[in-house]
């Protein structure tokens, strides 16, 4: 098993130039991630390029979750719905601790968009294409029933609601465990690497590519005459890199989401709900001390690099809550943060962004370039299936595509060593008695599960007791993430391996000079270093808060 530490990137790219791999894979979002870790079962050595941090394209501005699409079925797209609803339960058992199954509730009103039998029948169909198990069948809740569950729900119009099976995730993480895995089986997965150039033998078929280390401005050569093109909305600059014209076309449609104290929007329950003009529906989703909601869908056509949630979607987002729900009205300054996301559609023409399948395609190019776009974070273990397919075709006689197929759906993600519920739950149980014990509150272990899996007994195992028992437990996080996960800055910690920025974005602020202190003395930074760091992370922060105007204090807390 490869060991991830600290010096594992540097060590790696000392080591890659001119190197030959069986497949090169572009992009370290979910797609490529599912891809790496599919071949690296297979015992294909493989090598994923990203450009930035991993996940930090659409992979991590998703709404979270797993789920099969439900409004897909409005578009007839059973064929789409039956497979991404299958893969809810296969990707549950494999990546337990991360993929949560969470009721959702549908209210139905008169005179709203659903109908009480539109709504049965599009369930009942949701529920059969996904092979729901009975006992999570959906089921009809009456008006007085609906507003137990969720007294947030407005009485007056209300039929009752359906409450129906989803799944929650955290997609940052998710994606890192997909890596994670692929790593551990021997794959080379680098962020920052961004690749630059395609190369082809003869000028015709693929034999490597260039990519540029952006830490150090070094540019490097490796060699494949695989190649897979994941790079999500930025797959038209590799099909430009290709010089072969793309037969289809991306369509990037860009979605919002707004994250508000949960206390501002106390839901009980998640909630899928009709906007005002009854002609779109948003996700209304308690998670941790936030609740968060979206989302837009508009096309996009600026650079990606100019990318940020615009005032009509914020305004749009707090219109459609306010609209809905029975709470003194949101307003901008309530919003703790936001993120943004691009959906890579493989564009139809004449069809609305919101009516464009979001089924994955695969396009081969005359260079034997394979490009995977479009699909869902859901989909990520099929995608990874039918591109090594295809790429056992096109590399027809070479040995490590051949043989036998893996069986994905069995094997665990790192960090998933529980069988059923019940290992998780104990799992759990156990680490809120450690916690207490740490004098840490017990309530934060959930929370620590979910991230980490049984790998957080490595965090507890590494606590510093010169300090009150929380920091202890944050500054082991660090190191951890600096040691085991490739954590880099502390941007990429409050970003892909916790999330504080959006949902403890006060307690991320509170705590930055201990998360410098420890980056400092793990990376080994020079005061010059540090500074461009902070000068980083001040400079990062208000891109997911600046739509509002909240004043931001000299120590940066929101006032
Ligand atoms: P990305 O995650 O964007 O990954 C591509 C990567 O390639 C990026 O990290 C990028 O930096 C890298 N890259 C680009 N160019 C280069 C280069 N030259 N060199 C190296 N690396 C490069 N799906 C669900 O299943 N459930 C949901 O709830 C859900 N909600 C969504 C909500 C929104 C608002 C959006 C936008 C999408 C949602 N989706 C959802 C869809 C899902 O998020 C996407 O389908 C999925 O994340 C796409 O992953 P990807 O790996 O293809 O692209």
Do not use: C
């Given at each position: 098993m490869t060991a991830i530490t600290a010096s594992y990137r540097e060590r790696c790219l000392e080591n890659l130039n001119a190197a030959s791999f069986d497949l090169i894979i572009i992009g370290g979002g979910i797609t490529g991630a599912g891809i790496a870790w599919d071949a690296s079962l297979k015992g294909i050595k493989v090598l994923l390029l990203e450009q930035?941090?991993?996940?930090?394209?659409?992979s991590s501005k998703s709404t979270k979750l797993i789920h099969g699409?439900?409004?897909y079925l409005k578009q007839f797209q059973f064929q789409q719905v039956f497979e991404v609803g299958r893969e809810r339960a296969i990707v549950h058992s494999i990546a337990r601790f991360l993929v949560r199954p969470e009721k959702m509730l549908l209210p139905i009103y008169s005179?709203?968009?659903?109908s009480r039998i539109s709504a049965y029948l599009a369930l009942w169909l949701y529920d059969f294409l996904a092979g729901v198990k009975p006992a999570d069948a959906f089921r009809f809740l009456g008006p007085i029933e609906s507003s137990l569950k969720e007294?947030?729900?407005?009485?007056?119009?209300?039929?009752g609601a359906f409450l129906y099976s989803e799944y929650q995730t955290d997609d940052y993480r998710l994606t890192w465990a997909l890596l994670q895995s692929a790593i551990e089986k021997g794959a080379i997965c680098l962020p920052y690497c961004q690749v630059m150039n395609l190369l082809r033998e003869k000028g015709k078929h693929l034999s490597g590519l260039t990519f540029r280390?952006?830490?150090?401005?070094k540019v490097h050569q490796v060699n494949s005459s695989a190649i897979v093109?994941?790079?999500?909305?930025w797959v038209p600059d590799i099909l430009v890199m290709d010089a072969y014209p793309a037969k289809k076309h991306l369509l990037l449609s860009k979605g919002t989401h707004i994250v508000v104290p949960h206390?501002?929007?106390?839901?009980k329950q998640a909630i899928y709900f009709d906007d005002f003009s009854k002609s779109r529906m948003l996700f209304a989703i308690p998670r941790w001390e936030t609740t968060y909601i979206g989302t837009t869908d508009i096309v996009y056509a600026e650079p990606?690099?100019?990318l940020g949630s615009s005032k009509e979607e914020v305004d749009y987002i707090l219109l459609a809550v306010n609209a809905f729900f029975s709470i003194t009205g949101l307003q901008?300054?309530?919003?703790?943060s936001s993120w943004v996301g691009l959906r890579p559609l493989v564009y139809e023409v004449g069809k609305l962004s919101t009516d464009i399948s979001r089924k994955d395609e695969i396009m081969v190019s005359p260079s034997g370039l394979l490009t995977i776009a479009g699909g869902k974070l859901t989909g990520f273990r099929k995608m990874a299936e039918k591109s090594l397919k295809v790429l056992v075709n096109l590399q027809k006689?070479?040995?490590?595509?051949?043989g036998n197929k893996t069986k994905t759906h069995r094997v665990p993600l790192a960090?998933?060593?529980?069988?059923?519920a019940q290992d998780l739950e104990n799992y759990v149980l156990s680490c809120q008695e450690s916690f207490r014990v740490l004098q840490i509150?017990?309530?934060l272990a959930e929370r620590y599960v979910r991230r980490?899996?049984?790998?957080l007994n490595q965090i507890l195992d590494d606590?510093?007791?010169?300090?009150q028992p929380e920091d202890a437990l944050l500054s082991a996080e660090i190191r951890y993430g600096i040691?085991?996960?490739?954590?880099?800055?502390p941007t990429d910690f409050i970003?892909?391996?916790?999330?504080m920025v959006w949902y403890e974005k006060n307690r991320c602020l509170e705590k930055k000079n201990l998360i410098f202190d420890v980056f400092t003395k793990e990376m080994q930074w020079d005061e010059k270093t540090r500074q461009k760091q902070e000068a980083l992370w001040a400079a990062f922060l208000p891109t997911v808060t600046?739509?509002?105007?909240n004043e931001i204090n000299d120590t940066g807390l929101s006032a």
């Open positions: 930035s941090d991993f996940a930090s394209g659409t699409g439900l409004r005179g709203g968009s659903l007294p947030l729900l407005p009485k007056k119009g209300l039929l280390d952006t830490l150090t401005g093109n994941a790079a999500g909305p206390h501002y929007l106390p839901l990606i690099h100019l901008s300054k309530d919003i703790i006689g070479k040995k490590p595509f051949q960090g998933n060593s529980f069988e059923t509150n017990p309530a980490y899996g049984d790998r606590l510093d007791w010169s300090l040691h085991r996960e490739m954590v880099l800055f970003q892909r391996q916790t999330g600046s739509f509002h105007n």
